[in-house]
């Protein structure tokens, strides 16, 4: 079993604590000049994102997370999973309900997403920064109102529901930022 | 792409900064004629404490057939302390220490250590020539002085000379902080709680001494005689640092030594390599030590505070990872 020393910490490193695998943030020595080294630890553990911070004994090990990020394609829902596509190898994943989330709202078929795999199984499906995405249903709007302060809500394709400025119409694309699922402008046709 | 780091990472500014505080310190000790001194980096004992780890290499020539350990000095306390005990006086010295297995913002494998012993004096006189050398180099309001105790009544709210390792635990985890990887050492949690807590809680813009640290953290420090819970040991913080530590000087050679064996029995413990005790260092207290007080400050520390700078490497030529 692959093992990390608090020496070789440093942020990105994956390692497993309490059973989950995490990501190092940031790792600090903390020693007087008489007495003992610890090493505050911030992590942020890659199933519940949550981030916390540990205490290590300076030289203490600790298990490394067979953990890496990989780009691959949405294919489709089966009901129970979604499948994705490795560009490269052609190789196919399924990410249960767990492991795609939030991020389930912004899958377009074919679109790229970055998965977290741990023990080859993935963890976390994150959809790329911004997509791209038909209005399938919106208000038409009221006439007169152009100062497109209030907005209004629509649906995408995806079934994402979003808060877009009164001119925008059923039917057309628009372009969404996943982070924090607001509307940025009309999709460049 | 051309390599750079080849490049000093200090800039002009404080490699310019580094030399008039060296000076300034020079000055400093030649106006109380306290006497400069240098003693080897290279010696044959090294340190038995439990928490400083010697840099050790392997030297032979003549006179010395076989290869032979020689411990890099973490500090020049045990050669300074065998020029008190032969009579030097009052003395100080500028010097680079190594401590293996020490590298962060604030830390170096080697580092300039001041370090300077008064005869006659006792921790509370030190502490006010250090106030003194502070005011003098940094321009730093007068310090404030509060017990190891009080430190942590104020931070805490336990007394850490009657809290069972179990209550000072309580109180760590209060402060939000997971302590299991020390869970039962008293003095790990101690140790633990004082740089996460109190320290952090200390006014960083007021040179502050915490003093009177419990016996167990004692080293090489004289335990109080109306109290022997606690020792004549000191340190300084200011700016989120600790710049010193000090101790009125343990004397007694048989007591030294039982501390020495201590250390190597907790080394064994600890699965650590136990440490020749520094012989040489105990004849010379055996044969008659003058009642004195000495400190060690860390120079590159002063230098961060002086300049305004975060990290150890911005006052250090070529930090140890681009040495």
Same mark, same amino acid.
């Given at each position: ?189 | ?141 007068? +310090?404030? $002085? ?6 942590? @009544?104020?931070?805490? &709210?336990?007394?850490?000379?009657? %809290?069972? =390792? ?64 606690? +020792?004549? $040991? ?6 989120? @640092?600790?710049?010193? &530590?000090?101790?009125?000087?343990? %004397?007694? =050679? ?70």
């Amino acid at each position: 079993m692959a093992t990390y020393s608090t020496n070789e910490f440093k942020g990105g490193l994956k390692i497993m604590l309490d059973g989950e695998p995490c990501s190092i943030v940031e790792n600090e020595m903390v020693k007087p000049g008489k007495g003992q080294a610890f090493n505050r630890v911030k992590v942020r553990k890659l199933i519940s994102g949550r981030v916390i911070e540990k205490t290590f004994k300076s030289g203490d090990t600790v298990e490394a997370a067979d953990v890496n990020e990989i780009e691959m394609d949405y294919l489709y829902n089966d009901g129970e999973f979604w499948h994705f596509m490795n560009n490269e190898t052609f190789e196919q994943i399924a990410a249960d309900k767990d492991a795609v989330g939030e991020s389930i709202k912004w899958l377009v078929e074919q679109g790229p997403s970055t998965l977290v795999l741990w023990n080859g199984k993935p963890i976390t499906v994150t959809p790329p920064n911004f997509v791209e995405l038909e209005i399938i249903e919106t208000d038409p709007g009221l006439r007169g109102d152009t100062a497109g302060t209030g907005g209004k809500p629509a649906t995408l394709s995806t079934g994402a529901v979003v808060r877009v400025p009164l001119f925008v119409q059923t039917g057309e694309v628009i372009r969404v930022d996943t982070r924090s699922g607001e509307y940025v402008s009309r999709a460049q046709k | 792409m051309l390599n750079s780091d080849w490049r000093p990472t200090a800039s002009r500014q404080a490699i310019i900064a580094r030399a008039d505080l060296q000076h300034q310190i020079r000055a400093f000790f030649r106006e109380r004629q306290v006497l400069e001194v240098e003693t080897p980096v290279l010696c044959r004992a090294g340190v038995t404490d439990v928490h400083l780890v010697n840099a050790v290499t392997r030297l032979q020539g003549q006179g010395l057939a076989k290869k032979t350990n020689y411990y890099f000095q973490t500090s020049p306390e045990y050669p300074m302390k065998r020029l008190l005990a032969a009579g030097v006086g009052d003395c100080f010295q500028l010097c680079k220490v190594v401590r293996d297995e020490e590298l962060s913002a604030r830390h170096n494998f080697e580092f300039t250590m001041l370090e300077w012993y008064r005869l006659g004096f006792d921790d509370q006189q030190l502490m006010t020539e250090l106030e003194e050398l502070m005011i003098e180099l940094l321009g730093t309001s007068a +310090a404030n $002085r509060l017990s190891y105790q009080q430190a942590f @009544l104020s931070a805490l &709210n336990i007394d850490p000379l009657v %809290a069972t =390792a179990a209550e000072v635990a309580n109180a760590i985890r209060a402060k939000g902080i997971d302590c299991e990887v020390v869970a039962d050492d008293l003095d790990g949690l101690l140790n633990l709680a004082m740089s996460l807590i109190v320290e952090p809680q200390l006014d960083p813009n007021i040179p502050t001494f915490v003093y009177h640290f419990p016996a167990s953290q004692a080293v090489l420090a004289r335990t109080n005689e109306q109290d022997d819970r606690v +020792a004549h $040991r000191f340190e300084l913080f200011y700016q989120g @640092l600790e710049l010193a &530590n000090g101790f009125w000087e343990l %004397a007694d =050679a048989f007591e030294q030594r039982q501390r020495f064996e201590r250390d190597n029995r907790q080394r064994a413990e600890l699965g650590l390599p136990q440490i020749d005790i520094d012989e040489r260092l105990l004849s010379a207290l055996e044969s008659g030590f003058p009642d004195c007080a000495g400190v060690a400050v860390g120079v590159d520390r002063l230098l961060m505070i002086k300049l305004g700078m975060k990290h150890i490497d911005e006052v250090l030529t070529f930090p140890s990872l681009r040495a």
